[in-house]
C-alpha cells in the first residue's frame, strides 16, 4: 500500500510538470471531455466540430478593437483584460494563410498563425498606445518564436496594425525598446487581415481553470510581473 501511495504521488507530479513544460499546447489535455461539453452548450447546432469554428465579434460603436500575439492566448487574454478601458479581450488565431483554423490545426504550426487576442477597448480611457506599452511590458521581447515555455511559430510575437498611425506608434516603441535593450526586438509588425475567435473553452481559461498547474505555473506569475510593473494602468477590481 504503502509503494502505491508513493507511486501515485510520482505520477501525479510527473503530469504536473509534464504540463508545465509542455506548456499551452497540452495543459487541456486532462480535461477534454468537460471542455469539448462546454462548447457544444455554447453551440446551439449542438455538436463540438461546429462549436470549434471560429467566427468575428462586432466592435460597438464607441469602442475600438486592437490585435495582439505573444505567446499562449490564456497569458495575453488575462493581461489585457486586468486594463482600465478594456471591456474584453477574446482568445484567437492570426497571422496567418488558413481559414477556420482550430486549436488542433494551430498547433501543428502549418496555418501561419498565431495564437492572438483581439482587445475590445473604450479610447477615451485607454489609448492604442498604452496598449504597445502594455504589449511589450508584458513580455520577453527578445525570444524568438515563442514566449516562456510555449514554443513554436504558433506562439510568436506579432502585432498588428489597421493604419498607418499604430503602424508608426508600433515601430517608434519597438525601435526605442531595441536601443534600451542593446538587442533586436522579436515581434512582427504585420498590417491586421483576419482574426478568427478560438474555441468556447479557451474563452477567459486563467479565471475559469485556476488549478491548471500551466495557468499556476506560468499564466498567473506572468500577470502578476505585468501588474507590478502597471499598477498605474490596472483596473480597481484587478484579479
Known sequence: M?????????LAATIALSLL?????????????????????LNTTGTAEEAAVPAETPVPQDRAAAY?????????????????????AISGYAGGH????????SNTGRTGHAESVKVIYDPSVVSFSQLV?????????TQVNGQGPDQGSQYRSIIFYQNDAEKEIIEQKKAALAKELGEPVAAEVKPFEKFWIAEAYH??????????????????PRLNRFKAKFPELLKANSH
Open 68 to 88: 495582439f500575439a505573444s505567446g499562449c492566448f490564456w497569458c495575453v487574454e488575462a493581461v489585457y483584460e486586468s486594463v482600465k478601458g478594456v471591456d474584453e
Open 203 to 220: 474563452q477567459n481559461y486563467e479565471v475559469q481553470h485556476p488549478e491548471n498547474p500551466y495557468i499556476q505555473n506560468v499564466s498567473i
Open 98 to 105: 488558413t481559414k477556420n483554423p482550430t486549436y488542433e490545426d
Open 133 to 141: 506599452d502594455v504589449y511589450f511590458g508584458s513580455q520577453n521581447p
Open 21 to 41: 513544460f509542455n506548456g499551452c499546447a497540452d495543459a487541456t489535455k486532462s480535461n477534454d471531455t468537460a471542455q469539448t461539453t462546454n462548447a457544444v452548450a
Open 2 to 10: 504503502k509503494n502505491r501511495i508513493i507511486l501515485s504521488a510520482l
